[in-house]
Nanobody, 125 residues
């Protein structure tokens, strides 16, 4: 059974860093495009970052560009989201998602086949 499990969330001060992990089971992440999304209380879920399956290109939305980095470790069947310089607007539940094919519009959730349950990120000022 295909499954994604996120971890690494927690409480960090403004300006701090966290590294989120997303471990896959039941399928090989190297054959899937991966997206990270987040949802803050009272807000819709939004895209954060994307790793292409075709050529390894990475993409970020403007709020996180220059601060977050997505990476893969195929040997561990794991994708990471390194989050630096965390801001008061970053707290949310962070989700990873896997898509069998590279998305035409990676920020659109409809392209993703598997989702994790999320990990909570809290930023204190």
């Amino acid at each position: 059974q295909a499954q994604l499990v996120e971890s690494g969330g927690g409480l960090v001060q403004v300006g701090g860093s966290l590294r989120l992990s997303c471990v896959a089971s039941g399928f090989a992440l190297e054959n899937y495009a991966i997206g990270w999304f987040r949802q803050a209380p009272g807000k819709e879920r939004e895209a954060v970052s994307y790793s292409s399956v075709r050529d390894g290109s990475t993409y970020y939305t403007d709020p996180v560009k220059g601060r977050f980095t997505i990476s893969r470790d195929n040997g561990k069947n794991t994708v990471y989201l390194q989050m630096n310089s965390l801001k008061p607007e970053d707290p949310a539940v962070y989700y990873c998602a896997a898509a069998r094919l590279d998305a035409s519009l990676w920020t659109d959730e409809v392209w993703y086949n598997y989702w994790g349950r999320g990990t909570q990120v809290t930023v204190s000022s």
